[in-house]
């Protein structure tokens, strides 16, 4: 089944690959979506595919960045097709 997930990371999450490490992941799993630095300190993510990729990409992150994450606030929607492909915005 396929799903939209919308989530935002909270940490020192700013300047440690988070976003390159991400999109590197994504990309693996054939995800649809984008990754990006908030002002306010935070980055959001939001993939779309199928519902066992996206935990996939929700379970790596977690274990490629655990050491900067410090709370991860996921929301799951009705996938939309919105994406070709998994990349980065400024």
Do not use: C
């Amino acid at each position: 089944m396929k799903k939209r997930a919308h989530i935002y990371y909270t940490g020192s999450v700013h300047g440690v690959g988070f976003r390159f490490t991400s999109q590197r992941i994504g990309q693996q799993l054939s995800l649809g979506g984008w990754v990006k630095n908030l002002p306010d300190g935070r980055v959001e993510l939001v993939a779309e595919g199928e519902e066992e990729r996206l935990i996939e990409l929700l379970d790596r992150i977690r274990k490629s960045m655990a050491g900067y994450l410090s709370d991860e606030s996921i929301k799951w929607q009705p996938y939309k097709n919105e994406f070709k492909e998994f990349g980065i915005r400024f």
